[in-house]
């Protein structure tokens, strides 16, 4: 756990430095989403447990509203899923844009692009157990857009004149896969408790 902090703190206090670090790393992809992935969508996940379930959520003028248990419980595996889902999701995205853009295409090196730039996001995660500051996760997740446009011309070698554009694509399609993302969470949320925001 300790190593995985160190390169949390890395790449956002020393984010050009660690990506060429990072580059020189023979990383498969696999192994990417089982020791980092998957052990850092749980902290989201967790707080997001506390947070629904001890915390509960503020309701302008109806009070706070405390998930039960097992609708917490639940929620918590659906958001740990969608969390996955969504950095695979953009991790392909990048290897079928890539190459349009004079980019590398490699899946260790796009995965590498996608599980970096979403560790502001992850670490932020613990947030969540306070539901009411849930929007300030959300906008971590922009500083990682900020990391990946570092890491795009010294990980997928990206050529200066087209980093830009590459990035715009990649906004762009980041957006959509977290609409889907979110939007299937809230729905399913709403399932066992009021009607609340899609980012809350």
């Known amino acids: 756990m300790n190593e995985i902090i160190e390169r949390i703190k890395a790449i956002v206090l020393r984010t050009r430095q660690t990506w060429e670090e990072i580059e020189s790393e023979e990383t498969p992809a696999s192994r990417l989403m089982v020791h980092y992935v998957l052990v850092l969508a749980a902290v989201p996940a967790l707080a ?100 990946m446009y570092l890491g795009l011309p010294i990980i997928l070698k990206t050529p200066e004149e087209k980093t830009i554009p590459f990035m715009v694509v990649i906004v762009v399609a980041a957006i959509m896969v977290f609409v889907i993302g979110n939007s299937i969470f809230t729905v399913i949320r709403g399932l066992f408790g009021p009607d609340l925001p899609s980012i809350q």
């Open 48 to 147: 997001l447990f506390i947070g629904q379930w001890i915390i509960g959520i503020h309701i302008p003028f109806a009070g706070v509203y405390h998930f039960s248990f097992g609708a917490s419980v639940l929620l918590s595996v659906i958001n740990y899923i969608v969390i996955v889902a969504m950095i695979w999701a953009v991790a392909r995205i990048l290897m079928f844009v890539a190459p349009k853009f004079g980019s590398l295409g490699d899946e260790d090196a796009c995965f590498k692009m996608a599980v970096y730039s979403f560790f502001p996001y992850l670490a932020a995660g613990v947030i969540f157990i306070i539901p009411s500051f849930s929007v300030i996760v959300y906008l971590t997740a922009l500083y990682g857009l900020y990391i």
